[in-house]
């Protein structure tokens, strides 16, 4: 399976033989769900969503303060 992500413009291909999900590329790249928004394709998601093949993941920071 073939998928490409995107964080802050930085666009990457990955490629892997099992299932994952969006949580586990997040922990993959040491982020996390909590300050991230996900979106596959296009939608937002959940974090238990799976990635499947040609998907296009982007991960939109969060910005909060006080």
Not at 7 to 13: A, G, H, L, M, P
Not at 26 to 50: F, P, Q, R, W, Y
Not at 54 to 60: C, G, T, V
């Amino acid at each position: 399976m073939n998928f490409k992500f995107t964080i802050k413009d930085k666009t990457e291909e990955r490629s892997t033989d099992k299932k994952i999900t969006i949580k586990d590329l997040l922990d993959d790249l040491d982020l996390s769900s909590e300050t991230m928004v996900s979106k596959k394709n296009g939608n937002i998601v959940v974090e238990d969503a799976l990635i499947e093949d040609e998907d296009e993941i982007e991960f939109i920071q969060i910005i909060y303060g006080g």
